[in-house]
């Protein structure tokens, strides 16, 4: 338990980890009109206090993460847990997957975020050191941004390990700075009591809401707790928040609020202001490593959510690399990287520092959190089968504090939150226009292909040449006749003596036995057909089933099989199905996902492609 609770807090606790650097400074950012006060102060504190212990200590960790898919967390799984559960009327299940998708999609829009205003906040401490290193904060950043990305196809199996102990000394640091500010100002536990908060929001009105927006920084990383919850396990990780990271962040948060009480003028940047001066660039060095952690736990999050949504059936064929022998969850996706790379430096630059950054981040996580609620309702109903008063009763208060945070944080789209929108409505199109492009290929296919009592009265009249040798095609549906072998026995009049029907399902469960593995059926003489059937965590392999097949009595010889694959050209038209600019987009990212023999490692030299014209 020790050991997932250090790593734990290196992948999981990295994000909200880095959180103090800029969350209590830019409550005053000077756009909101707050003075420093005792009053102000002291509401701001109560606030993040009350916020971090709703929606962290209550809401995540002893709520959503009762929500898990066989020990698998995240939207992702949430939605394919709701999927397939009979229960759920047809008529909201659109619904569902809608906002499950666009919760989904906006996590690449936090995921470009949260690398740049995390590396910047930290590399912002050398400005507080001497103002010389103002035109180089932003250069440096994007130095660290680009090593950052450029050594994730390495993976981090290996620097991993140092996360957990680095991560730790950077939480007890915090820790100690902030407990040595509290003994000299303990006045600040005022902020304990909820009145204060209440207080707050009561005498400032729609004028607290700039405000709350930046408290919510303090939380953002909340959703990192319940997507790798499958990696270290609901103990390990509630734990870890308990014991190390909860008073580390309260004691650094209540000690930038005593510097406060004691010096207003520290608002400029009260973290690092509570570091004495010797110590001010050993803290720029940690801060640094700490949010390159953090960054680092973002990447591989969006990494692992990518797999996922391919896997499902919602995002094209995408080089997936494994980057480790023993960790399944050790991957790297070149095209992500390269698309968070540019898009965090290119935010790095255009903002320039985390404040104006800041006014970006917030609202991708917060929309994401009340989808969250809404889902877990959801769940609730269906699958706990709570009443309706008994889920009401416990998800109401946090869809008040969600709204209530999202409302906060859609004040500064103009200022910059509608990067993270614009990125979650993209993502939701593409996302959702895959998984609908699919159910129409697979619907226009089965419509050219004819039965396979079709195919042998057509041997009956027409007998095809039989050759020696194993034909294997690949279909997309575990139905019908592929049309693959239409085509070839159309053009080439052969058949081989032994064909094999494939078929490779992703279910909607994390992982599979391995008896649920294979399913095999003999269809008629000659032909035979086969199901693959694996988890959304897994990755399919045509080899292993069919070294499957052989255990169940369908001898394979490899050397002498061939593969048969269908090469679709896909043409859009006015036809009942999607809108036209729908199925070009479709199209077009059809033509750019990844080959199939490329996805499933077949030898180039085994494989035969048929192309085939279909009108969507």
């Not at 959190?369 to 416990?394: D, K």
């Amino acid at each position: 338990m020790a050991g997932l609770m250090l790593a734990a807090l290196g992948v999981v606790y990295g994000d909200i980890g880095t959180s103090p650097l800029y969350a209590f400074r830019e409550c005053f950012h000077e756009a909101h009109d707050l003075p420093p006060d005792r009053g102000n102060i002291l509401g701001i504190l109560s606030l993040i206090f009350w916020a971090l212990m709703l929606i962290l200590s209550v809401k995540y960790l002893a709520i959503v993460m009762r929500a898990d898919n066989e020990g698998e967390g995240g939207i992702l799984a949430l939605l394919a847990l709701l999927r397939r559960k009979a229960r759920v009327p047809a008529a909201r299940r659109p619904l569902l997957i809608i906002l499950g998708l666009f919760g989904a999609a906006l996590l690449y829009g936090d995921g470009m975020i949260t690398p740049a205003i995390s590396v910047l906040s930290a590399v912002e401490g050398l400005r507080v050191a001497t103002p010389v290193f103002d035109p180089y904060i932003v250069p440096i950043t994007v130095v660290i941004l680009v090593l950052l990305f450029a050594f994730q196809f390495k993976g981090t199996a290996h620097i991993g390990k140092i996360f957990g102990p680095v991560t730790l000394v950077w939480f007890a640091y915090m820790g100690l700075v902030g407990t040595l500010s509290l003994l000299a100002r303990p006045e600040a536990l005022e902020a304990l009591d909820p009145r204060l908060a209440v207080g707050f929001l009561w005498h400032h009105g729609a004028g607290s809401l700039l405000p709350l927006g930046a408290v919510f920084l303090a939380v953002t990383g909340a959703e990192a707790l319940y997507a790798d919850m499958g990696h270290f396990g609901k103990g390990a990780i509630r734990r870890t928040w308990f014991v190390v990271v909860l008073p580390c962040l309260l004691l650094n948060y209540f000690g930038q609020g005593a510097l406060l009480l004691a010096h207003p003028e520290a608002v400029t940047n009260p973290f690092y202001l509570l570091v004495p001066g010797w110590a001010l660039y050993p803290t720029v060095a940690l801060a640094c490593l700490a949010t390159i952690i953090a960054s680092q736990a973002v990447i591989s999050g969006a990494f692992s959510l990518t797999r996922q949504a391919v896997r499902l059936g919602y995002l094209p064929r995408i080089r997936i690399l494994h980057t480790s022998h023993d960790e399944a969850g050790q991957i790297y996706v070149p095209s992500i990287n390269w698309f968070l790379l540019v898009a965090a430096s290119a935010l790095a630059v255009l903002f320039g520092s985390s404040s104006g950054l800041a006014a970006a981040y917030g609202i991708a996580v917060s929309a994401t959190m009340l989808i969250t609620t809404i889902l877990v309702y959801v769940l609730m109903r269906e699958r706990w089968e709570w009443s309706r008063w008994q889920a009401l009763a416990l998800t109401t208060p946090f869809l008040f504090v969600d709204f209530a945070f999202l409302s906060a944080n859609s004040l500064k789209i103009l200022r910059g939150g509608w990067i993270p929108i614009l990125v979650g409505i993209l993502g939701y199109i593409v996302m959702s226009t895959w998984s609908r492009g699919r159910e129409l290929l697979a619907l226009r296919i089965a419509e050219q292909s004819g039965t396979l009592e079709d195919l042998r009265k057509d041997f009956a009249e027409t007998p095809p040449l039989m050759v020696p040798g194993t034909a294997i095609f690949l279909t997309s549906t575990p139905k019908g006749t592929p049309a693959t072998l239409i085509q070839n026995l159309k053009h080439n009049h052969v058949l081989h003596e032994q064909n094999l029907f494939l078929t490779l399902v992703t279910e909607d469960r994390p992982r599979l036995p391995r008896d649920e593995r294979l399913e095999l059926s003999r269809l008629a003489d000659h032909f035979q057909r086969a199901v693959g059937h694996y988890g959304y965590m897994e990755d399919p392999n045509i080899f292993h089933i069919l070294a499957r097949c052989a255990d169940e009595g369908l001898e394979i010889d490899l050397d002498r099989a061939t593969f048969f694959l269908g090469r679709e050209t896909l043409f859009a038209t006015p036809r009942e199905g999607m809108p036209i600019w729908r199925e070009k987009l479709f199209a077009m990212i059809a033509r750019n996902s990844v080959p199939a023999p490329r996805e499933f490692h077949i030898p180039p030299e085994r494989v035969v492609e048929i192309g085939v014209q279909i009108e969507l």
